[in-house]
């Protein structure tokens, strides 16, 4: 069985990333190679040309295609061979794997799976990253750990206040749990936390004196994106702390892409509404995701040495592990979905 749901949307990279030089990453354990033909459309192909095994991503990209660096066979965009040095005629098999591709709110994203099961409505919207009424910021980190261990930790925010100390910790996080709710795609928390201090971020990027009213409604988009609409509010004002003005607004993202059983493509976004704006801010809040973030990875990679090195050791469970265990089973079940569907 694939240890990957396969018949998903996953991040392939940053818009900005890809230009007309060829990207080589892996998704899913396959090597892929990525472009942008001369129409700036995005491309993806098997990262493995058909004739000796060369990762087309060392060749270069013309207009038409991209022309395997080994031998120059050159392959246009639906992974069809099109040209073969000092000869005429090209069979039809002289051909590489083509992967769908969809560019959308400043990601490029993939589909490895089946393509008849793929519909671009499914991609998760995160436009506020490229609204002009929002400032954003972004980041990629490369993990040596399984992305569950990742999802794991995304969806328990009572870890925000032992490992977090100097950027998301809120004490009074572990005292709050979220009330959580599945959905045809995952599931969703809601939290409110009222007159607590803000963590050191949110004093920060709202500029708060005082106290603050505090809340997040997530979601977790199956099988890796979590998205966190968050604020807080001076906790004097009265009524429901998100439909407040005056408040500071983050409608964070972080996208995981598995790269192979053991490491993990993860990508963020964290568009923002400052309730007192200046030009600093959000460079303040991407160094404050970027130091937090470090302490996560550092963490989780230290934890996943521990169950490398410890396999069979059993996982005690808490009470703040209820997100995490209602998606891992929908997980399993979407893999078992997709294997039987394989193997009928
Ligand atoms: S390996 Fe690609 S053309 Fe020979
Ligand atoms: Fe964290």
Redesign the pocket.
């Known amino acids: 069985m694939s240890p990957f749901i396969k018949n998903a949307w996953y991040v392939a990279c940053f818009s900005q990333e890809l230009s007309n030089q060829p990207l080589a990453r892996t998704l899913l354990g396959q090597r892929v190679v990525l472009f942008r033909t001369a129409s700036g459309a995005p491309a993806a192909l098997e990262d493995r040309?058909?004739?000796?095994?060369?990762p087309?991503s060392r060749?270069e990209v013309e207009p038409d295609g991209i022309r395997?660096?080994?031998?120059?066979?050159k392959f246009a965009p639906t992974g069809q061979c099109i040209e073969?040095p000092g000869q005429t005629q090209i069979d039809a098999r002289m051909c590489v794997q083509d992967y769908l591709v969809h560019e959308q709110h400043g990601f490029v994203w993939i589909w490895l799976g089946d393509r008849a099961q793929a519909s671009v409505s499914a991609i998760v919207d995160c436009h506020w990253h490229t609204d002009s009424q929002w400032q954003s910021t972004q980041g990629y980190i490369h993990y040596r750990a399984n992305y569950q261990l990742i999802v794991d930790n995304l969806l328990d925010f009572s870890h925000l206040t032992f490992v977090h100390k100097t950027t998301l910790a809120n004490n009074a996080f572990p005292n709050a749990q979220p009330a959580i709710e599945p959905f045809d795609q995952g599931i969703r928390l809601t939290r409110e936390i009222r007159d607590a201090q803000p963590s050191p971020l949110h004093q920060m990027a709202g500029k708060f004196e005082g106290r603050v009213n505090f809340w997040n409604r997530q979601a977790w988009w199956l099988p890796s994106v979590f998205e966190n609409w968050a604020g807080s509010v001076e906790a004097s004002t009265p009524g429901p702390a998100h439909e407040q003005p005056g408040a500071f607004l983050l409608r964070h993202f972080s996208l995981l892409t598995p790269e192979t059983e053991h490491t993990t493509h993860y990508f963020w976004i964290q568009p923002c509404q400052f309730p007192r704006p200046d030009d600093t801010l959000i460079g303040k809040v991407k160094k404050g995701i970027d130091t937090a973030f470090e302490e996560d990875r550092q963490m989780i990679e230290a934890q996943q040495q521990n169950i490398h090195d410890n396999p069979e050791a059993p996982m005690r469970g808490i009470a703040a592990d209820k997100a995490l265990n209602m998606i891992r089973m929908m997980i399993k079940r979407r893999l078992q979905h997709e294997a039987e569907a394989l193997n009928p």
């Open positions: 040309c058909c004739h000796r095994m060369a087309l060749g395997c660096g080994y031998h120059g066979m073969i």
